[in-house]
């Protein structure tokens, strides 16, 4: 007795039709993800170095603006302390003419002290810078020969205060003069002043006496030319 297989072929059993598959619906096809932006949309953002480029711009334009800005208040602060210690402190000085020679000489540069007569009074020996009297916008350099107060006279141009020689060693024999003058007493408030040069200076022996309001301050240093540079 024998079996049959059911996995045997069998030539007389007819094929079994063809299974039809049906195109997936448009429900089941996967959605696209929201998350990925289209192309178009990348396109018209800068790329990343782009971005950082400009924010490092910015920041850079930023500093700039503040930098700018403290220079600005540093160089104004600076012109307020110049206009300050100019005016109350000390002021730079050119000589100009001979009047003061050997001492000083031509285009001389000196820095005078304005403090030094805001706390005290001129003294005798000074070397001062000063208004020209008969014409304050002029000024000139010269060297205090005597206060209020004191008698001079000048004799063949040696010159007496209180009637003792005064010590004029510094200056040379060749620019001594030998005119007369006085003697006169020195009115209060007022100064006596003559120039080095005393045979080639306009002093107080030509226009007179000199207020003390118009003593700009005291010659404290000759700084130009550096190989003669000196304090006074």
Not at 46 to 58: I, K, M, Q, Y
Not at 73 to 91: D, E, M, R, W
Not at 186 to 214: A, C, L, Q, T
């Amino acid at each position: 007795m024998s079996t049959t297989d059911e996995n045997t072929y069998n030539p007389f059993q007819p094929p079994e039709p063809e299974r039809f598959q049906e195109p997936p619906s448009a429900s089941s096809m996967t959605a696209p993800d929201p998350r990925v932006e289209p192309a178009a949309a990348m396109a018209a953002q800068p790329p990343p170095e782009a971005s950082l480029a400009l924010e490092n711009s910015s920041v850079w334009l930023n500093r700039l603006g503040e930098e700018l800005i403290a220079w600005f208040k540093t160089l104004a602060s600076a012109a307020v302390y110049a206009t300050l210690i100019v005016t109350f402190g000390f002021q730079v000085a050119r000589v100009e003419g001979q009047s003061m020679a050997p001492t000083l000489q031509d285009q001389d540069r000196l820095i005078v002290n304005k403090l030094a007569y805001r706390l005290g009074d001129p003294h005798v020996g000074d070397i001062v810078m000063l208004y020209y009297p008969l014409k304050p916008e002029k000024s000139f350099v010269k060297r205090i020969i005597a206060e209020e107060g004191d008698q001079v006279r000048i004799v063949d141009g040696r010159v007496y205060r209180n009637d003792v020689p005064l010590d004029d060693s510094f200056v040379p024999q060749e620019y001594r003069s030998h005119d007369d003058w006085g003697p006169q007493v020195i009115p209060e408030g007022y100064y006596f002043v003559m120039g080095d040069h005393r045979n080639n200076s306009s002093d107080s022996r030509h226009w007179g006496f000199v207020p003390k309001k118009y003593i700009i301050g005291k010659v404290q240093l000759r700084w130009w030319p550096m190989a003669h540079a000196h304090v006074f």
